[in-house]
């Protein structure tokens, strides 16, 4: 259970599509920033597979849910967002998606990359985890370790200015089985907002309901009322960061 609230310097989050990271973590996301926090997306496709409209084109929907991304994260407080554009539906954790995710991570250098959990596939008993879900986690996972912390490893990287960088921790977004819970009682309606902000997906529904209801129920035992949900894995000790963080300063 959380005991003090952990705000990194820098946070990094990736996922798969255009609304993950809302349902995921932006309640977390937006106290992070309000804290101080620099965080940047990187989304792996831009959901142009998403919109079922007739007549409806990928490149059309391409720019409607990378403008309702955009909006979403200025919500959050988030300005720094990046769209690799892979197929959207095909997903793969492929060696080129890592070292593209390399590439990202050594440019924002985060403290903290934030991602979802590639191991989960059964959801519930009414859902199956999306592959582009599982994909881009364990791209992300593989990118953040041990590939973007060695230098040897996409070393013309190198040419581009970006030089090796270890993330200190990892946040794996939980679905039920999380051992950190961050209150996000004061922005779950910029959680809220920031779904809504998704127009192409959200429709007539209203998310405010279910997103209430899940996060209540994650928030449950917790002395909070509402809560979000993670795996915190430490990479770097908190001696060996201090030690770097000096270096670096």
């Not at 819970?181 to 910029?190: K, Y």
């Amino acid at each position: 259970m959380q005991a003090n609230f952990y705000v990194p310097e820098s946070a990094l989050v990736i996922q798969a599509h255009p609304d993950d990271i809302e349902f995921g973590c932006a309640g977390t996301v937006a106290r992070w920033v309000q804290a101080g926090a620099r965080v940047g997306y990187v989304l792996c496709t831009s959901g142009d597979v998403g919109i079922d409209e007739p007549g409806m084109t990928r490149e059309r929907a391409t720019q409607i849910r990378e403008a309702e991304t955009l909006a979403a994260g200025e919500i959050a407080g988030v300005k720094d967002v990046v769209f690799l554009r892979e197929p959207d539906g095909m997903l793969e954790a492929t060696m080129l998606l890592r070292k593209k995710l390399v590439r990202e991570i050594r440019r924002f250098r985060p403290e903290v990359v934030v991602t979802g959990d590639p191991t989960v596939v059964w959801a519930g008993d009414d859902y199956i985890n999306h592959p582009d879900h599982r994909a881009a986690a364990l791209a992300a996972v593989d990118a953040t370790f041990p590939a973007a912390g060695q230098p040897n490893l996409f070393e013309e990287l190198a040419a581009e200015g970006l030089k090796a960088h270890k993330p200190r921790k990892v946040f794996v977004t939980a679905w039920d089985a999380g051992s950190y819970w961050v209150n996000i009682e004061s922005t779950i309606d910029l959680k809220i907002a920031a779904l809504r902000a998704h127009k192409s997906q959200m429709k007539d529904h209203d998310p405010e309901p279910m997103i209430r209801q899940w996060a209540g129920e994650a928030a449950r035992g917790k002395e909070m009322a509402y809560a979000e949900g993670f795996r915190v894995v430490t990479l770097v000790p908190d001696e060996d960061w201090a030690r770097l963080s000096a270096s670096r300063s």
